[in-house]
């Protein structure tokens, strides 16, 4: 079945230690993104990519990194920079923004302690 | 930058119809989506107006007017299942999405 992997579900982490998120697709959608949602709140664009090798930041990119080094992934690196960095962790590709449709994985909640 | 605002919360019986407002201070969207999300899970796709009008999915139903920069998502019959977040989504000049802070609807039996 298509669709797109998000790891770990759920991640701990100390102060000062960057982490990696793991995002791969198998739509062979051209398009992914990086959304943070902090509780009770909406989306909000951190990173997102529309071709390989290219990405661009969004509305919150401060403490955050990304790559693009192949079209089924897109890791999202928490660093130690990112003041707050407790929150919910979203993923999602969509073949562009034309039929107004993402696709998300299930998410990765990270906890700092 | 460009923002959505939405109702906070909206409360309905099971089997009633409710709408769920969106307007936004853009003239940059393209498009509009709407997402259904339940707790603890990850957002689901409902519907998207890339056109002015009203497109019709089973008991959902969503609106855009761009004239008037307002949507609307509309669902009817009502079931204690639809409790859930909803937010609706600008198509940002073709390169993203812009959410909405979302609205949670309660339905009450």
């Known amino acids: 079945d298509g669709g797109i992997t998000q790891s770990p579900k759920y991640l701990f982490r100390k102060e000062g230690q960057n982490v990696t998120l793991s995002c791969e697709q198998n739509l062979n959608h051209d398009a992914m993104y990086w959304y943070r949602q902090d509780p009770g709140q909406g989306l909000r664009l951190i990173y997102y990519?529309?071709?390989?090798?290219?990405?661009q930041k969004g509305d919150i990119a401060e403490g955050y990194s990304v790559s693009r080094e192949k079209k089924e992934s897109f890791p999202l690196t928490v660093t130690s920079a990112q003041k707050n960095p407790t929150a919910f962790y979203l993923c999602?590709?969509?073949?562009?923004?034309?039929?107004?449709?993402?696709?998300f994985g299930e998410g990765s909640r990270l906890t700092v302690l | 930058g460009q923002s959505l605002e939405q109702p906070s919360e909206v409360t309905a019986v099971e089997g009633a119809i409710v709408q769920i407002n969106c307007t936004y201070q853009?003239?940059?969207?393209?498009?509009l989506s709407w997402y259904q999300q339940h707790d603890g899970g990850a957002p689901t796709f409902l519907s998207y107006?890339?056109?002015?009008g009203l497109e019709e999915t089973g008991r959902f139903s969503s609106f855009l007017s761009r004239s008037d920069s307002y949507g609307y998502l509309l669902l009817q019959e009502l079931q204690m299942k639809d409790s859930a977040s909803y937010f609706c989504a600008g198509d940002n000049y073709g390169q993203n999405f812009v959410f909405g802070p979302g609205t949670r609807l309660s339905v009450l039996p």
């Open positions: 999602a590709s969509s073949h562009g923004t034309n039929t107004g449709e993402l696709f």
């Open positions: 107006n890339g056109l002015d």
């Open positions: 990519s529309q071709i390989v090798n290219d990405f």
């Open positions: 853009t003239s940059g969207f393209y498009g």
